[in-house]
């Protein structure tokens, strides 16, 4: 194997970035969560650049990864230009990302940067208009546009969706899902794991929303809500992102003969495979679990990530979560709105009004990086974090 033919930098050196695996390490996720940590473990990348607006996070960034100041900027287009890297993250807020996306473009069709991919956080931005151009402008400079709704790129997650393809739970049915956050930075995961598991195109023709209030819903900024969603392939969808107590991120995906149940979403993987059999010879058919068939062979998601980034740009498949997925994200959050305020009506999908705006959570708090308002919260020193330290998981290796 070819190692390292592939130059990836980095825009936004925060928490997804950089320090989240400190957050996540002794939970149920896998590390790396990280987009650095992500590009550490896969052999083809080398990490060439990073580029921060705040001096404090490009030297922290430069201290924990042992990389020469030299290759941390302040502006993105100086880095590009002089780094030239293949694969690019996306790591800021919602707020910018769509500038920095277009910048990017237009400097690839000027010949300024060969930029091939761009890994973008979510959700893609704050209104349906930046998400258009920003697909747009990713088609025309031929980068591949790849949003980390990063279940899309999970290994249980693909084995579930390949189980579902090959009929294992009959004809899909329904997937009902429990989660909390709002409806664009959190509902982004749970909506893209619903579409994923829904099967056939993946894509939502209309549905049915409520908003947490009527004050929310007459505003422009992110909030909880539920939704009822008609899949283009016949498969209904209900998701309750009001809070759900105990049953918080659960997702049901319910077939004709089996089912998928997964508890804990939002912190792993707890996984049952339920089909319909009789308990004894001769019975009617009764659901019965049986232990999940994991997957053989395991990565993180945001491992995932990157390998599907070097898939695309080497084979030209649809990335596991898309740039066009994710304007669909956005739009099925914006449309819940739109149901709430005409007296919780019915809409279809695509949305005719692209100018409308929903300002995702994490751009409230400012420009300000996370850490540096206060946002971010210390490693953990629980047991099974320090279980995992000892085991060597989430250490930072130096840049090669
Ligand atoms: N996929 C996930 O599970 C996941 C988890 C956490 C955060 N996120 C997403 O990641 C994004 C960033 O969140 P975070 O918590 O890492 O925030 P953060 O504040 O820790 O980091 C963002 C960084 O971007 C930098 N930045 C802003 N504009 C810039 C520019 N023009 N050029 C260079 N750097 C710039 C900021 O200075 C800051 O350091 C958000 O959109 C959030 O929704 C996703």
């Given at each position: 194997m070819v190692r390292e033919r592939y130059r990836a930098a980095l825009i936004g050196l925060g928490r997804i970035a950089d320090t989240i695996d400190d957050e996540v390490v002794g939970t149920g996720w896998f590390v790396p969560f990280s987009h650095m940590g992500s590009y550490m473990d896969v052999p083809e990348v080398q990490v060439v650049g990073g580029t921060d607006l705040h001096p404090q996070q490009r030297a922290w960034f430069g201290e924990r990864w042992g990389m020469?100041?030299?290759?941390?900027?302040?502006s993105y287009e100086e880095m590009l230009e002089r780094e030239r890297p293949d694969i690019v993250s996306v790591c800021t807020s919602a707020a910018p990302r769509a500038k920095v996306v277009l910048d990017i473009a237009r400097m690839v069709r000027a010949g300024r940067t060969g930029v091939k991919c761009l890994w973008v956080e979510k959700?893609?931005?704050?209104s349906l208009a930046d998400a258009d151009a920003m697909v747009a402008a990713c088609r025309e400079a031929g980068i591949v546009l790849l949003m980390n709704a990063m279940r899309a790129s999970d290994v249980y997650y693909r084995r579930a969706r390949a189980l579902i393809d090959a009929g294992a739970l009959g004809k899909m049915l329904q997937i009902t899902t429990h989660s909390g956050g709002n409806v664009s930075h959190m509902g982004t995961h749970i909506l893209g794991a619903m579409c994923l598991l829904a099967?056939?195109?993946?894509?939502?023709s209309w549905i049915v929303g409520e908003v947490e209030s009527d004050e929310k819903a007459a505003g422009d900024v992110d909030f909880a809500a539920n939704v009822y969603l008609a899949f283009e392939n016949g498969v209904r969808g209900f998701c309750r992102m009001m809070p759900s107590g105990p049953a918080n991120w659960m997702i049901d995906a319910i077939g004709e003969t089996g089912r998928i149940h997964v508890r804990n979403v939002d912190k792993g993987y707890e996984w049952e495979l339920w089909r319909m059999a009789?308990?004894?010879?001769?019975?009617r058919p009764t659901p019965v679990r049986h232990v999940f068939p994991r997957p053989q062979r395991i990565w993180s998601a945001g491992v995932g990530q990157v390998k599907d980034a070097i898939a695309c740009i080497e084979t030209g498949k649809t990335p596991n979560c898309s740039g066009e997925m994710a304007v669909h994200l956005l739009e099925i959050a914006i449309a819940i709105r739109e149901s709430h305020r005409r007296g919780n009506v019915h809409i279809d999908l695509p949305?005719?009004?692209?100018d409308q705006v929903l300002r995702s959570s994490?751009?409230?708090?400012?420009?300000?990086p996370r850490i540096i308002s206060g946002g971010e919260r210390p490693p953990p020193t629980h047991l099974l974090a320090q279980i995992a330290r000892r085991e060597g998981i989430g250490r930072r290796r130096p840049v090669s």
């Open positions: 020469d100041p030299a290759h941390l900027y302040e959700p893609i931005a704050n099967g056939g195109s993946e894509r939502v009789p308990a004894v010879e001769g019975e949305l005719t009004d692209r994490e751009t409230m708090h400012g420009d300000q």
